[in-house]
């Protein structure tokens, strides 16, 4: 046994094909895939450590029998590509025209065939009945003469780019062990670029021609182990790899490549728990604290899992159920994988799939062993290392030109390795060498409204400079009185520092602050911190700043707590070290606005040609303490035109729902807002639902969008209103579309809305921030539902507008504002509240 595969490293694999079968195999065997052992029914683990018995271990798949006709072997997982067609039929055009045309490039490789090209869908029979599947591919393998070599296979489906000459025929096959076989293809029909199934077949021969890079499949992507940058200080790598896919664009087929990477740590859980295991008394306790929710990698199946708990009660000792017969963990992994495990008194760790247990209604629970899982991904400790999170960003984030270098790189190595060239030449597909160029439009820089002028945010899209000399658009008429801070009687020159340079900055914007009451406490503790907030309740503050000597997530979350759940006050938490900061004036320009905004006023606004007009975001964020739950929030403006507020509320959610079941009666709350303080309810409303992965969408149109458009016409109905004119779009934050221009990023109100955009939706790209270091990385928006009669002009128009309205920061942001609250928002309850925010505060932002 060699010495990686004693210490349970990667070996070897035979083939990266999934599910349909390679061309060539002739072998009547499954292939030995390696995989962690699976059961079904109730987790042996508990939170107290104790076993609950009674496990039954389900059969993996790749132990069926090697006997023809065996049991029926288990598929593998396929990725699923769906075609969800949510273009509303009225849209003729969805291209804009106005702004300064703009020629960009794309991370895009256009997939070239012949006119006549098209993928032919067969069905497969086999009689006698065979239901190993290897066997089946097998056996259809000495058949690629009349098949081609380009074609795939999963078992029942045949794909191939050639029509067969009759639509139906019967071929004779034999097995190794000399059985004979009828086998009857007929023809399903051709395979329309609108289907799913068209996606589908095209990712597989991409993944089977980048087979010959020997990448390695890590997750849903495909990693270059050889090419790995170790980063020894910290012990982890890098492993550089690709994001792919294939699908048909506005009018080609095109491959989107995207440069990625992967954080591999080379310590494996074991490590950790040795260390925890220097404190005896509290190790247990210590070691979940570490592992819990960590993703793993398993090297022998390059497979990830969450580590959901940690049974004590079990060991590599322990026995379960395998083909009838009890077996132990360290019998199971020599026999199947040749791995060796050293420690046999280590704990086993519990992995859920909690998805799939939502799905089929069952626990599904994966045992894996500490010292054979690896730990991926960097923990909170090691974000806030600046030194760490610099060395990876050395390479991770590539300026255009250098991921202009990589992508060509990539294809190049597609085009002159012999294996990848082979797999597209046998579906006559050829990849274009050059990245697809595209035709954008730049929108014009926008005015940001102050209290008595006006200033342009520039090509840049960032008005700091505008606050010396201009002033905040609305503030309190009698300024910010009746405020409190609270802070420990040791940093009273520093609280004296700050003070000074707050009243220094406001009074430049226009700000009023006057003298706070001061309260001095003895420590720097959270309970002192949260009695001081309750002595001062006597004078009502309408806001509490606290001074606190270090960035202390209980103490902080304690006090937001007590500010926004139990006392309804805002507060405004700031840092020892900020007050001794050089720049103080400009961090004291910025608190100044966080202060006016959190009494509920706006500092600036931009020209808005539409009146009745409201805009939505929403978002979820999962709750921090406990997984299960998440919570919704939903912020509205109102009409801006008029008087410049919002209104955001929060509800808990689950945090496996797909679709926010709460969503109406939060929508319905901000409308009669909207409707007290304009005696009507919006004309317009521009709806920014953010949180959608792709494999949600389908649901989130057939459902969501269907249930807030009734209930949008009864709500109108009731207050005796016109129609309600709605447009709800889907915000993508993650997209792996890339814009380059001429080895640069392109300017902020950079718009593409056509060549990489799909054709069965109405959907555009938008670059609003400049892009200083690394890509730019554009957003997705996928209008679901219009009839808000806007042109595609207007709307892309308002979404670039209202991405400068968030005020945590004098510049665009990459989604409108109000996403930008929302997400904000839930994070914000979900990671320190815990706690449903108290009414009074839904017309503040509390949360900045």
């Not at 699923?80 to 020629?103: F, M, N």
């Not at 490039?105 to 067969?122: A, D, G, M």
């Not at 103080?584 to 608190?591: D, R, Y």
Request: with cysteine; glycine share 6%.
């Amino acid at each position: 046994m060699s010495e990686n595969q004693g210490r349970g490293h990667r070996r070897p694999h035979g083939t990266l094909d999934e599910s349909l079968g390679r061309p060539g195999s002739s072998t009547d065997e499954k292939r030995d895939e390696p995989r962690a052992k699976v059961f079904k029914g109730q987790s042996e683990a508990s939170t107290s450590g104790q076993s609950s018995g009674g496990v039954v271990a389900r059969e993996p798949s790749h132990e069926s029998s090697r006997r023809e006709g065996g049991p029926v072997q288990e598929r593998q997982h396929l990725d699923s590509y769906d075609i969800v067609r949510t273009r509303p039929a009225d849209i003729v055009s969805k291209q804009g025209k106005e702004g300064e045309p703009i020629s960009l490039q794309s991370n895009f490789f256009r997939l070239q065939t012949k006119p006549e090209w098209r993928i032919v869908h067969y069905h497969v029979d086999f009689e006698p009945e065979l239901e190993n599947i290897r066997v089946r591919m097998g056996i259809l393998s000495n058949h690629a003469n009349i098949l081609g070599a380009g074609y795939l296979f999963d078992g029942k489906q045949l794909f191939t780019h050639k029509k067969l000459e009759k639509d139906s025929i019967v071929l004779c096959g034999q097995s190794k062990m000399g059985t004979d076989y009828k086998i009857s293809i007929k023809c399903v029909g051709i395979v329309s670029n609108a289907e799913p199934r068209f996606l589908q077949v095209l990712n597989l021969i991409l993944r089977r021609s980048m087979k010959g890079l020997k990448l390695e499949l890590v997750g849903r992507n495909l990693f270059d182990p050889h090419a790995k940058i170790p980063i020894r200080d910290h012990q982890m790598e890098l492993w550089p790899g690709y994001e792919t896919s294939i699908r048909q664009h506005e009018k080609d087929i095109m491959l989107c490549a995207e440069i990625t990477h992967k954080v591999m740590r080379t310590e494996t859980v074991y490590e950790i728990l040795k260390r925890c295991s220097n404190n005896p008394s509290r190790h247990q306790d210590e070691f979940r604290a570490n592992v819990l929710d960590l993703v793993v990698l398993t090297d022998y199946n390059n497979k990830t899992y969450r580590i959901n708990d940690v049974d004590f009660a079990q060991s590599p000792k322990s026995t379960f159920s395998c083909k009838g017969k009890d077996v132990s963990f360290i019998e199971y992994y020599l026999t199947k994988y040749n791995i060796r495990i050293r420690d046999h008194n280590q704990p086993l760790l519990i992995s859920k799939n909690k998805d799939k247990a939502q799905k089929i209604n069952a626990s599904e629970v994966v045992v894996l062993i500490p010292e054979l899982c690896r730990v991926t991904g960097l923990t909170e400790s090691m974000r806030s290392n600046f030194q760490l999170m610099r060395a990876i960003s050395d390479y991770t984030r590539m300026n255009p030109d250098r991921r202009i270098d990589r992508l060509r790189r990539f294809n190049n190595r597609l085009q002159n390795t012999a294996d990848s060239v082979k797999v597209l030449n046998d579906w006559n597909m050829k990849l274009d060498e050059n990245l697809i160029n595209v035709q954008g439009r730049i929108i014009a820089p926008q005015k940001i409204v102050f209290n008595q002028s006006k200033c342009s945010s520039g090509e840049s899209a960032d008005w700091t400079r505008c606050f010396r000399d201009q002033r905040l658009l609305t503030t309190p008429s009698e300024g910010i009185d009746r405020w409190a801070v609270i802070t420990p009687e040791r940093n009273s020159f520093d609280l004296k520092t700050l003070l000074d340079s707050l009243f220094r900055a406001a009074s430049g914007m226009g700000l009023k602050i006057r003298s706070p009451h001061v309260i001095k406490i003895q420590d720097d503790r959270t309970g002192s911190y949260v009695r001081a907030m309750d002595s001062c309740a006597d004078m009502d503050p309408k806001l509490i700043l606290c001074l606190v000597p270090n960035n202390n997530v209980e103490r902080y979350s304690s006090i937001k707590k007590r500010g926004c759940v139990d006392r309804a006050v805002p507060t405004q938490v700031v840092t020892i070290k900020t007050s001794k900061n050089r720049g103080l004036l400009s961090i004291a320009t910025k608190i100044a606005i966080q202060l006016n905004c959190k009494l509920g006023y706006t500092p600036w606004m931009i020209e808005l040609p539409l009146s009745g007009l409201m805009t939505i975001g929403f978002d979820i964020a999962k709750s921090a303490r406990d997984r299960r739950k998440a919570y919704g929030a939903l912020v509205a403006s109102m009409d801006l035109q008029q008087n410049s507020t919002y209104f955001s509320t929060v509800s808990e959610c689950s945090a496996f729902d797909v679709l926010a079941n709460n969503l109406w009666p939060m929508m319905a709350k901000a409308l009669r807002q909207y409707q007290r303080e304009h005696q009507k309810l919006p004309t317009r409303i521009l709806f920014y639902r953010d949180g959608v992965s792709s494999g949600s969408l389908k649901q989130l149109f057939e459902y969501e969008v269907k249930d807030i458009v009734e209930k949008l016409d009864i709500e109108y109905k009731r207050a005796n209103s016109g129609p309600p004119m709605l447009a709800y779009i889907v915000v993508t934050k993650s997209s792996n579309t890339r814009f380059f221009r001429n080895g640069r990023n392109p300017p902020p109100g950079t718009v593409v809305d056509n060549i990489v955009t799909l054709p069965e939706r109405y959907d555009f790209y938008l670059v609003s921030q400049a892009g200083r270091q690394g890509t730019v990385s554009p957003t997705g928006y996928n209008v679901l539902y219009s009839n808000i009669r806007l042109s595609p002009d207007q709307i892309q128009k308002l979404t670039y507008k209202m991405c400068h309205l968030y005020y945590n920061w004098s510049g665009t942001t990459r989604v409108p504002a109000v996403c930008q609250y929302a997400k904000k928002l839930a994070t914000f309850v979900g990671t320190h509240l815990h706690s449903i925010p108290q009414n009074a505060l839904e017309k503040k932002f509390y949360y900045l």
